[in-house]
């Protein structure tokens, strides 16, 4: 027999979970599964919020708390970091003890930790908390999918999907509108601060409205080291993507990193074959189109996200504009997702996620392009068309690679789904930041000391041009007090001419992840699986 580490977590009198159509019928509020809806749609509004909100404010959480271009990667990367690591653990916990349950708690920590962020006078502890945000993230991420598996029955549930990913598409997108608003008039805690009320919301809806809801097959065990090899594996992976800007692609470090990420992804799926109650049954990409649906999730977070990073820095330390002004610049961006992902949810319900989740990375691919061509006076109508378009292209790969991914999993399965799910744009935007990072960060330091020799300006020393540079990488002109007017000038069309030349390049390497991601999309179809959820509750 095949030994297995794992905890049963039944005692001898408990009954398996019932499945969807045994449980407790829907009643008045409790179980409806548009109110089902709009309560998960409340906390994931949260958490997508909170990845692409901070973007605005780091200019300000950097200045505030005097920190280094590296810190506030940080600020990003550890909470990404967090998610990834954890997502598809939390998603079983779901699966095992019920998404209700998992939702509640997932709530209730990341409000919490949010409020911890908004009372931080650190970056240290910012960036611990942040990484708090990301564990409790992890736990209602897939709850919330998991919830709306098992409430919709299968016509409805691509219409709910798409509204969730509407949810989610709106919040990423217009987290730098909001952020704008709150660090120009208020401050930069106060972007944290925020999701103190829009926790309790969740939570008390939740208390009310949300059943659970437990398939007849879920898991009764735990795979404990199945759950250490996995987050072992994604742990390097995100830490090598991390530190390579710092320890540099070449170093030991680095690799020493992803070997041991590849040999503990390996001890993983060796074990998984072995265990009795597996944290990830292998079976799952055995579907091609499930298996489709988590690489498009992570080509596309690859291209959105690591393009996003340094549009807020272009548009607040190039363009000069308040952070109020750059979140109004990306309303195309935000408009184009509210408008096109429940239109994405009907098209794919008509015909077929194949067509729509192509034609979606395409636009992506032209867009990112498109802003690769953007110059430091580049003005706002073409910014628009630019970032419309992206948004445009964006909506439908968030609803369709949810439901592909979703929909071809087994129900007891669910939760594992939707952690692959969200852990797959976890990866991809820390691969996004990080590698359009490096990208950045080597063309700065490639142009910079050409630039500003050309320029005829004083030569710098090592140590200085080090200091040049990273103030570059984020658009600042590295101009010292009590610099003459006419060398500050020459210093500033320095500075930004290079940062775009770097964000250029970055834009087309995210444009040629986009053009891959369109090959990929055309291995997707339609979940298979849909059909096993629930028609419990009334529509």
Same mark, same amino acid.
């Given at each position: ?10 005692? =001898? ?42 973007a605005i404010a780091n200019p300000a959480i950097q200045k505030d708390l005097k920190a280094s271009f590296a810190d506030v990667q940080w600020i990003t990367n550890g909470y990404f970091l967090a998610l990834a690591v954890s997502l598809i653990t939390a998603g079983k916990l779901g ?10 708690? $997932?709530?209730?920590?990341?409000? &919490?930790?949010?409020? &911890? ?8 502890? +910012? ?8 564990l409790f993230g992890a736990l209602l991420m897939p709850a919330a999918l998991g919830l709306l598996r098992a409430t919709f029955p299968a016509e409805k549930l691509n219409m709910a999907i798409g509204i969730w990913g509407m949810v989610i598409g709106a919040s990423t997108a217009g987290? =730098? ?18 999701? *103190? =009320?829009?926790?309790? /919301? ?8 949300? /059943? ?8 009764? @065990? ?22 390579? =800007?710092? !320890? ?13 990420? *590849? ?7 060796? !074990? ?11 079976g799952l990409f055995r579907s091609v189109p499930l298996s489709a649906g988590v690489v498009l999730m992570v080509l596309m977070a690859i291209a959105f996200m690591g393009g996003l990073f340094f549009v807020t820095f272009y548009l607040q330390n190039v363009h000069g504009m308040s952070?109020?002004?750059?979140? /109004? ?10 408008? $096109? ?5 009907? &098209? ?8 729509? /989740?192509?034609?979606? #990375? ?8 498109? #802003? ?10 073409? #910014? ?14 968030? +609803?369709? &690679? ?43 330091? @490639? ?61 087309? +390497? ?7 991601? *369109? ?21």
């Open positions: 027999m095949t030994s297995q580490t794992t905890i049963d977590t039944t005692g =001898p009198g408990d009954k398996a979970p019932a499945a969807p159509s045994e449980a407790t019928p829907a009643t008045g509020l409790r179980g409806h599964p548009w109110l089902t809806l709009i309560t998960v749609a409340v906390g994931v509004m949260m958490v997508a919020l909170d990845g692409t909100i901070v699966d095992r003890f019920g998404h209700r349950q998992t939702f509640l708690i $997932g709530v209730t920590g990341f409000a &919490a930790a949010s409020g &911890a962020i908004g009372l931080s006078n650190s970056i240290a502890a +910012v960036v611990t908390f942040r990484v708090f945000q990301g987290g =730098p509108i909001l952020g704008g608003v709150l660090v120009e008039h208020v401050n930069w805690q106060s972007v944290f601060f925020i999701n *103190v =009320p829009v926790g309790l /919301l969740a939570l008390v809806l939740g208390v009310l409205i949300l /059943l659970d809801h437990r398939a007849e097959n879920a898991p009764r @065990s735990f795979d404990i080291l199945g759950i250490a090899l996995l987050s072992g594996a994604m742990f390097c992976l995100v830490w090598a993507l991390i530190k390579a =800007p710092t !320890w540099g692609w070449g170093s030991g470090e680095t690799w020493a990193f992803i070997a041991a990420s *590849v040999l503990l992804f390996g001890l993983f799926a060796f !074990w998984e074959t072995r265990v009795a109650e597996p944290l990830i049954p292998l952070p109020i002004d750059a979140g /109004l610049h990306l309303l195309p961006l935000t408009g184009m997702m509210i408008v $096109g992902s429940p239109l994405a949810g009907a &098209a794919i319900t008509k015909l077929g996620p194949r067509i729509p /989740l192509a034609g979606g #990375m395409v636009a992506t691919a032209i867009a990112m392009y498109g #802003m690769s061509t953007l110059e430091a006076d580049t003005g706002s109508g073409v #910014m628009s068309i630019w970032f419309a378009l992206l948004g445009f292209g964006l909506a439908p790969v968030m +609803v369709g &690679a949810t439901e592909v991914i979703v929909g071809n999993a087994p129900m007891e399965l669910s939760g594992v789904a939707g952690g692959l799910q969200q852990a797959a744009m976890q990866i991809g935007g820390s691969l996004g930041t990080a590698v359009l990072g490096a990208v950045m960060a080597s063309k700065v330091d @490639s142009d910079l000391p050409g630039n500003w020799t050309g320029a005829g300006l004083p030569k710098l020393t090592p140590d200085q041009l080090d200091k040049a540079s990273e103030a570059v990488q984020v658009g600042v002109a590295p101009v010292a007090k009590g610099t003459p007017e006419p060398i500050v000038a020459k210093i500033t069309a320095v500075a930004h001419d290079t940062f775009i030349s770097g964000m250029s390049l970055a834009s087309l +390497v995210a444009a040629g992840v986009a053009a891959v991601a *369109v090959l990929v999309a055309l291995l997707t179809k339609r979940g298979q699986n849909a059909e096993a959820g629930a028609g419990v509750g009334h529509i």
